[in-house]
């Protein structure tokens, strides 16, 4: 995944990203990112579809790398989530029932 100053690279060996940003002077500052704190910055690649692969392996690489304690971190990490979406539903449903009804044209 890259855009035009940054260029992402996964570290499979590492579990972490390499990401390298274009300074204003034309050169790379290169730093290695856990993979897990990448993935809030690229929750966006989740609607391309393009970029679902790729996002998919930088989850898999912020996972542990036995499998069964990766479903058990994915297990909790689908129960965060959910609690959140819970909590987005019902503000949503809380600001529609404020919202104020505009009231017919006469």
Avoid: F
């Avoid at 855009?3 to 050169?27: E, F, I, K, P, Y």
């Avoid at 912020?62 to 609690?83: G, K």
Wanted: overall charge neutral.
């Amino acid at each position: 995944m890259m855009a035009d100053d940054v260029r992402l690279m996964l570290s499979t060996d590492h579990r972490a990203v390499l990401r390298a940003t274009r300074q204003r002077n034309g050169c790379w500052a290169v730093s290695e990112v856990p993979a897990l704190s990448i993935l809030d910055g690229l929750r966006h690649a989740t609607a391309i579809p393009e970029a679902r692969q790729e996002y998919k392996a930088v989850a898999r690489a912020a996972l542990p790398p036995v499998p069964a304690q990766a479903v058990a971190r994915l297990d909790s990490l689908q129960d965060q989530h959910r609690q959140v979406l819970e909590i987005l539903t019902e503000l949503r449903g809380e600001l529609t029932a404020e919202s104020p009804r505009t009231p017919p044209p006469s």
